[in-house]
Nanobody, 120 residues
């Protein structure tokens, strides 16, 4: 199983970016998918999660600015980031809770990070 994230880059404060993450490989089902972020010297933190049925959870710091969505048919999760602030600068990682076989417990897989830099 691999997670491939894309969409990071340099954006000015107030701007927008859209991150994408595609899960590929042998999978039976994907439960929750989410985005985390990390800055040097700090722990990785949750940004947003979306469960298979569509329920979502956001960090307080991004509520009202970021929107997580997923395409179950394409095994893809998105993060639309609007009104970006300097404090959003981080490496963003996608995560997926995946069952590879019907009777398996889910395992968490991580993609390689994509850097988001908010700077004027």
């Amino acid at each position: 199983v691999q997670l491939q994230a894309s969409g990071g880059g340099l954006v000015q404060p107030g701007g927008s970016l859209r991150l994408s993450c595609i899960a590929s490989g042998s999978m039976f089902a994907i439960n929750a998918m989410g985005w985390y972020r990390q800055v040097p010297g700090k722990e990785r933190e949750l940004v947003a999660i979306i469960r298979y049925g569509g329920t979502t959870q956001y960090a307080d710091s991004v509520k009202g600015r970021f929107t997580i969505s997923r395409d179950n048919a394409e095994n893809t999760v998105y993060l639309q980031m609007n009104s970006l602030q300097h404090e959003d600068t981080a490496v963003y990682y996608c995560n997926a809770d995946i069952k590879r076989q019907p009777l398996d417990f889910g395992m968490h897989y991580w993609g390689k990070g994509t850097l988001v830099t908010v700077s004027s």
